[in-house]
């Protein structure tokens, strides 16, 4: 199959179409791209499966075209209700209990199903064009570092989709922020743009011990080919030189004795730093590195949600 890749609001009306068929077409949000179809589909969900080489049990989020999807897919949350309210459209998918006419293929025959509606205003243009949710992961193959370009989304399956809608880079760069809404209470499944200190105005955080709930929790994800360890800035200063051929991706500052550098934010932004954090992540997997070394962020913020994708891409 041939892959398109085709820029701008011109572009929305052909992805609809081919969504309306019951086709994948990867689309650009805030946070990172990810590969649509129709959610109410099951015979479209299954090509996103298939494309992305995913296993069954890893459930979908469903994206919706306004906030009143979130009662016709979901039993009533007061709390959901309300999140919803504050931070969408936005960076933010809640985990409620779901209603019978969301497809088991999408909830992986869970009781409950992760629900978001993204900002970016091509993906809003192209579901309110279809006029019904869409269910889309990230468009990555199944274990790898998610999306933040058009480029990046033809690397991964170009010659498995039809059509990728090309939106430019994506603001956030790392993926929402997962909450598991539990009656008045939030476990947070998957930090994100949106911070625990965003949330905890809004209900008790709890913690989460299990990581069963949400497969996306699985130790090993996002990961690039070549070995990464996550290392404090007082180790990386004295990295011991070796015959290995090291990459350095590094918070703030270039540090001497490695083959390759990149620096993801040089005035310690982490806004900057999360949009960054992928490309960066596949410029030094490119790179013909033994090992990359990661620089351990700030722990708080969005610090955490970087943390946990750099420990995500260490474990495999
Ligand atoms: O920013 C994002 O969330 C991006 C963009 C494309 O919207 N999407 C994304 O989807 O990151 P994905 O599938 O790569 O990661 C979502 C994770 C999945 O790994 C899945 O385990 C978890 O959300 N998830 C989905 N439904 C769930 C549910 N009912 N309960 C718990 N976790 C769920
Ligand atoms: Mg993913």
New binding site residues.
């Given amino acids: 199959m041939k892959t398109q890749v085709v820029g701008g609001s011109s572009a929305v009306h052909e992805a609809a179409s081919l969504l309306q068929k019951g086709e994948v077409v990867a689309l650009p ?1 805030e ?5 649509a179809a129709k959610a109410l589909d099951p015979a479209a969900c299954a090509k996103i499966f298939e494309a992305k080489e ?1 296993p069954l049990s ?4 469903i ?1 919706i075209p306004d906030i009143d999807w979130l009662d016709r897919l979901a039993k009533s949350s007061t709390l959901a209700k309300r999140l919803a309210q504050t931070f969408w459209p936005g ?1 933010l ?1 809640v ?1 409620v209990e ?1 209603k019978d006419c969301v497809p088991d293929l999408v ?2 025959g ?1 009781e ?3 629900i ?1 509606m ?1 900002a970016h205003p091509l993906f809003a243009k192209v579901l309110n064009t279809l006029g019904e949710p869409v269910a ?5 193959r199944f274990g790898r570092i ?1 999306p933040t370009t058009a480029h990046h989304v033809l690397e991964e399956l170009g010659g498995r989709i039809p059509l990728i809608l090309d939106g430019g880079p994506c603001a ?1 760069g ?3 922020t ?1 909450v ?1 809404v539990v009656d008045d209470k939030l476990q947070i ?2 930090p ?1 743009p949106v911070t625990k200190e965003h949330l905890s105005g809004f209900a008790e955080i709890l913690e989460c011990e299990s990581d069963i ?6 130790k090993s ?1 996002y990961a690039p080919q070549t070995p990464l360890e996550v290392h404090p800035s007082s180790t990386l200063k004295s990295w011991p030189r070796s015959h290995r051929k090291t990459g350095l991706l590094s918070w703030q500052h270039p540090l001497p004795g490695f083959q390759a550098v990149e620096i993801l934010t040089a005035s310690g932004n982490a806004a900057e730093a999360a949009s960054r954090l992928y490309g960066a992540m596949r410029a030094l997997d490119a790179a013909g590195m033994d090992l990359i070394v990661a620089e351990e962020p700030p722990d708080s913020g969005l610090g955490a949600a970087i943390s946990d994708r750099l420990r995500k891409a260490a474990a495999r």
Avoid: F, K, M, W
Avoid at 58 to 61: A, W
Avoid at 136 to 140: E, F, K, L
Avoid at 213 to 218: E, H, T, V, W
């Fill in positions: 949000t946070t990172v791209y990810g590969l995913r890893d459930p979908l989020i994206h960076p998918t985990v779901r909830t992986a869970q409950t199903v992760a978001r993204s889309a992961p990230s468009a990555n998610s956030h790392i993926e929402s997962i598991l499944l998957r994100g709930l949400s497969p996306g929790r699985l994800h």
